[in-house]
């Protein structure tokens, strides 16, 4: 069974960055789409980013798009979300998540089908 830990997370003054990562071990993690999801206080889980087993496609929500990227580490692993100039809307559990698929041309934000998850990793945006 796949095993996920995210790491990196903390308090953070706006416009900052930090870099979340995400360790897997019990199974490789190559043959397998990761996503980043997050829980703000008293809402939903939404999905923040994610990226194909190659790495060929990522995808991102709309407010991340332009600010967080996402990224793995081949054999390692490991994947990474790069966050910059963070806001205080961005505060919440950050959670890696993992399906296997190893022939996807694309990932979507959605957690359906999301079978290995992580225990999460706060963030914090304040000043």
């Known amino acids: 069974q796949l095993q996920l830990m995210e790491s990196g997370g903390g308090l953070v003054q706006p416009g900052g960055s930090l870099r979340l990562a995400c360790a897997a071990s019990?199974?490789?993690?190559?043959?397998?789409?990761i996503g980043w999801f997050r829980q703000a206080p008293g809402k939903e889980r939404e999905g923040v980013s994610c990226?194909?087993?190659?790495?060929?496609?990522?995808n991102y929500a709309a407010s991340a798009r332009g600010r967080f990227t996402v990224s793995r580490q081949k054999g390692a692993n490991m994947a990474f979300l790069q966050m910059n100039n963070l806001k205080p809307e961005d505060t919440g559990v950050y959670y890696c998540?993992?399906?296997?698929?190893?022939?996807?041309?694309?990932?979507?934000?959605?957690?359906?089908?999301?079978?290995?998850w992580g225990q999460g990793t706060l963030v914090t945006v304040s000043s």
């Open positions: 019990g199974l490789s993690f190559d043959d397998y789409t």
């Open positions: 990226i194909t087993f190659n790495g060929a496609h990522s």
């Open positions: 998540a993992a399906k296997f698929d190893d022939s996807a041309t694309y990932c979507s934000l959605a957690s359906a089908g999301m079978h290995d």
